[in-house]
């Protein structure tokens, strides 16, 4: 199982370090916004200004997605050539042939975007059949 995994437990990495003054301010967010770190993560999040961007739903921004989120895009700090995000179009998600390739990263997805809608209705639509970045 590979770090693009949603079943990998990445608590213990990719989190970002902040210095005593910001880290005492995160620490006055709500809890659940500190808690989540098996694929978020939350001080990224803090740092970037995310938390200001909170939907009602409680649904940060994807600046601070680990490489494990089923929607992990690259709107992410982690995503890179190793770790290659997918991409969001309007409401629909779509995965890079990365992650596409992995049929139980593919499996998790779609279980993920089968329950609530981060975004209103999700979709998925496969890099194959989505157009480039800035194709018209």
Request: proline residues 10%; glycine residues 12%; hydrophobic residues 35%.
């Amino acid at each position: 199982m590979g770090l693009l995994n949603p079943n990998v437990d990445l608590r213990g990495l990719f989190n970002t370090r902040l210095s005593p003054e910001e880290e005492a301010a995160f620490r006055l967010q709500p809890i659940e916004r500190q808690m989540d770190t098996w694929d978020y993560d939350p001080r990224a999040a803090f740092a970037g200004g995310g938390f200001a961007a909170y939907a009602a739903n409680g649904h940060g921004g994807d600046y601070g997605k680990k490489p494990n989120h089923p929607t992990f895009s690259e709107e992410s700090k982690y995503s890179n050539d190793m770790f290659p995000g997918g991409r969001w179009a309007d409401s629909s998600f779509i995965p890079s042939p990365a992650m596409y390739a992995d049929a139980p990263r593919m499996r998790g997805l779609l279980d993920y975007l089968k329950g609530p809608a981060e975004n209103g209705q999700v979709m998925m639509v496969s890099p194959y059949i989505a157009k480039p970045k800035g194709a018209k």
